[in-house]
């Protein structure tokens, strides 16, 4: 049960950080070690202040004391900060290595200043900035414990405990709690309980939609699924009072009471407490035969609540693992694939697919890397993205939609994705849809779908004077995405060379393939994957929008290469894509684990 009350929240806090300052520092200290390296092999592309290096290798040369060494670091950084007062140039020094992004020198400075700084709020708030950005949870935490000393207040307190939340859910062996619950003694056979993050109708992404196809043709195929949202969905999305239950496309759907906002602004385990426990209460009724629980928002945060349940009724457990999150935590790169967080939420994500009985995975790709985790290939199963190829047709571009938009005469190219992520790369297609005009190629960039990005990827198009060259549609109803996809000549997956993007296999480019369009995508190992040896599409570099635009300019002239390209796509979707043949995939890993029970 999630616990409130001053007293309790004292204890959870004094509790929590004598568990955590056993070994914090040291393991800090191995980060920093790591971060030398780290500098080493990126001192090319962001040299390094070389004063501040030889504090660093002055600090490992005795056992990493870095508090002993402060004066080192002031005389490091003298040049930046000159004739400015020793306490003001101390926050200067370290307020300009983090806008420089120069994280590892800004954590070493500021790690070095905590001790002689514990009585300075300005300091310790910009260090805990400076933790923060850098992913240095326990120093982050250390800072922000002085604040809260130093300043009592809600505030600080909230601060803390949320600190203490997310080191206390990425702790090795650390789960959810829930009540005390007896086993599933009657399950209903070939009843599978789904724990999604969200579901349609009330979201429609590429998560979604996977997860809709994946209970359809479960249930066509004779199983019996059943889904729970994530605590918190669908009210989240817009739906103020959702009922209990929800029949959709005849599955059940069961929604879960709606935490208090100090639940779900607060906290990370205490989220995770709640929504295990509020899920737990409708296992009983549901008596599932096993739990498959699909990626998170942080990909690993529903698996533990899966791995809590599945334990708490002694069910099976499938892990879907539908992207690599860990690096997610930031859009600082190469940062955000290093530091303490980022090892903690690998740390995470590997325990939980230790703990599944089976690993499901979207491609090959995905499957390598699982088990290059650690992870028993035997228990790594693949269920590729997939495509109803019924409703996923080809055709005419639409008469009335093309006229709307000012399609006709045009080399029509574009995306069909949310607006979300960076890691999509719409700046690439815009830049291509603006060098095409500029050498006279009648092209149109038609950017399909809304979100959080799309006010910023409306101003690059303003500021690259792109006009009438790319067109944003906004969010469509998933009833007329077919219409989008028939506008296309070319569908593009511009993603941009990101960790999750190198990984991770969209969803669209095998509705657009079903429809009928041939496929460019940037040269990345899941979507190479899906073009093949190039006979299904063709690629190019990573963000490098004048060889997109070469690549549409040479389609452009060859009509002929286009449509070869689409039906020996849309040929291998209905060979080998179909959601039919990933029902049968899993009936056979369900019965695996049913059978080694």
């Not at 092999?41 to 004063?51: F, T």
């Not at 066509?220 to 969905?233: K, R």
């Not at 639409?398 to 890691?423: C, M, Q, T, W």
């Not at 007329?480 to 960790?499: C, G, K, M, N, T």
Request: hydrophobic share 45%.
């Amino acid at each position: 049960m999630v616990t409130d009350g001053k007293s309790a929240r004292g204890t959870v806090h004094e509790a929590a950080k004598l568990q955590i300052a056993d070994g914090a520092l040291t393991q800090l200290l191995a980060q920093h070690r790591r971060n030398v390296e780290l500098t080493a092999a990126l001192a090319e592309s962001q040299p390094l202040n070389q004063r501040v290096v030889r504090a660093l290798r002055r600090a490992r040369r005795n056992a990493w004391r870095l508090h002993r060494y402060p004066g080192d670091f002031r005389r490091a950084l003298r040049p930046t900060v000159s004739g400015v007062k020793p306490a003001q140039a101390d926050l200067d020094a370290v307020r300009s290595l983090m806008d420089a992004a120069r994280h590892d020198e800004a954590i070493a400075l500021a790690a070095a200043l905590l001790p002689a700084k514990a009585t300075d709020t300005e300091f310790l708030d910009l260090a805990r900035n400076a933790f923060a950005r850098a992913g240095a949870l326990s120093l982050q935490l250390r800072a922000t414990s002085a604040l809260r000393e130093l300043e009592n207040t809600p505030s600080r307190e909230s601060q803390e405990r949320k600190v203490v939340g997310r080191i206390r859910e990425t702790e090795a062996g650390w789960l959810p709690r829930v009540p005390a619950a007896s086993p599933v003694t009657d399950p209903v056979d070939g009843r599978v309980l789904h724990l999604l993050k969200s579901a349609m109708p009330y979201r429609q992404t590429g998560y979604t939609m996977r997860s809709r196809y994946i209970i359809d043709a479960q249930r066509a195929a004779g199983l019996d699924p059943v889904v729970i949202t994530a605590a918190g969905f669908p009210h989240e999305a817009g739906l103020e009072h959702p009922p209990a239950t929800e029949v959709i496309g005849g599955v059940v759907h069961h929604y879960l009471e709606q935490p208090p906002a100090s639940v779900l602004k607060g906290p990370v385990d205490q989220y995770l407490d709640a929504y295990a426990s509020a899920a737990a209460r409708r296992v009983p009724e549901i008596a599932p035969s096993l739990i498959h629980v699909h990626s998170g928002h942080r990909g690993y945060e529903a698996a533990l609540v899966g791995v809590t349940l599945a334990r708490a009724f002694r069910l099976p457990l499938v892990y879907e693992v539908r992207g690599f999150f860990e690096s997610l935590w930031s859009r600082e790169r190469p940062w955000n694939e290093s530091g303490e967080l980022y090892e903690r939420r690998m740390a995470t994500e590997a325990r939980c697919m230790a703990a599944a009985d089976a690993v499901v995975t979207l491609s090959e790709s995905m499957r390598a890397q699982i088990i290059a985790r650690g992870i028993a290939p035997q228990k790594v199963h693949v269920a590729p993205n997939g495509v109803d190829v019924t409703a996923f047709t080809p055709g005419a571009r639409p008469s009335r939609l093309a006229e709307r938009l000012g399609l006709e005469g045009k080399l029509v190219f574009g995306y069909i994705s949310n607006l979300d992520h960076r890691r999509e790369g719409h700046e690439t297609l815009i830049r291509a849809a603006v060098e095409l005009r500029a050498r006279g190629v009648p092209a149109v960039a038609l950017i399909v779908g809304d979100g959080d990005r799309r006010a910023e990827l409306e101003k690059l198009a303003a500021d690259e004077r792109a006009g009438d060259s790319v067109l944003f549609t906004g969010r469509v109803p998933h009833d007329q995405v077919l219409d989008y996809y028939r506008s296309l000549d070319v569908f593009v997956v511009p993603r941009a060379d990101e960790r999750a993007a190198r990984l991770v296999t969209p969803l669209k480019p095998f509705e657009a393939m079903a429809a009928g369009v041939p496929l460019v995508v940037a040269a990345l190992d899941p979507l190479l994957e899906i073009i093949g040896a190039g006979d299904r599409g063709r690629s190019f570099p990573p963000g490098d929008a004048s060889a997109l635009a070469d690549v549409l300019a040479e389609l452009n002239l060859d009509p002929d290469t286009r449509r070869d390209l689409a039906k020996r796509g849309r040929d291998w979707v209905v060979a080998e894509h179909q959601w039919s043949a990933n029902a049968a995939r899993y009936r056979a890993i369900y019965a695996a684990v049913l059978g080694g029970r």
